[in-house]
């Protein structure tokens, strides 16, 4: 008898106080940051530019090329030629003007405007090169040594494109 009232009793309190009811589940967010990784890469198209023979002091028409940002950054793209090879050993020494043992090469477009700017020494092509795809039409112009020592003999030049990241305004 004791249990059936203290049940009766215990039902009583709990009617009057309420009876706990579930509440719905909380929630908890979980924040996710990610960051692509920064690529810088710069392509030409042509790739090469076979002058083939040519008379000392000439000069033959200039060459378009296109540079295009294949990274996924803003780029500055930087210019610059190299001296001439013959196999692994040097040749002539790329300078402004031609002259004994040293040929000229100078770039326009982009950057490099009006004139055609001699890329002896590291030039800038162009400024902030959207991503991607963003695209510099630029040509080379040649001209061979006034005197050379090396006739008849085939030599590489490279002409170099470099990509930077561009600093953002």
């Not at 700017?117 to 590291?122: A, D, G, L, R």
Request: charged fraction near 10%.
């Amino acid at each position: 008898m004791k249990k059936a009232l203290l049940i009766v009793s215990l039902f009583i309190v709990l009617m009057a106080v309420g009876v706990p009811q579930a509440t719905a589940a909380d929630t908890a967010d979980v924040t996710v940051t990610v960051t692509i990784t920064a690529v810088l890469s710069v392509s030409v198209s042509p790739d090469s530019w076979p002058i083939g023979a040519v008379v000392e002091g000439a000069s033959p028409a200039p060459y378009p090329i296109l540079a295009t940002n294949d990274g996924n950054v803003s780029e500055n793209f930087l210019i610059m030629s190299s001296g001439s090879m013959i196999g692994v050993n040097p040749g002539w020494t790329c300078g402004l003007p031609a002259g004994t043992e040293t040929f000229a090469m100078t770039g326009q477009g982009g950057a490099l405007m009006p004139d055609p700017i001699s890329i002896c020494t590291e030039q800038a092509l162009a400024y902030s090169v959207a991503a991607p795809d963003g695209t510099v039409p630029f040509t080379l112009q040649f001209t061979a040594p006034t005197k050379t020592g090396f006739g008849g003999v085939q030599h590489s030049i490279t002409v170099t494109v470099r990509a930077e990241a561009s600093t953002p305004p």
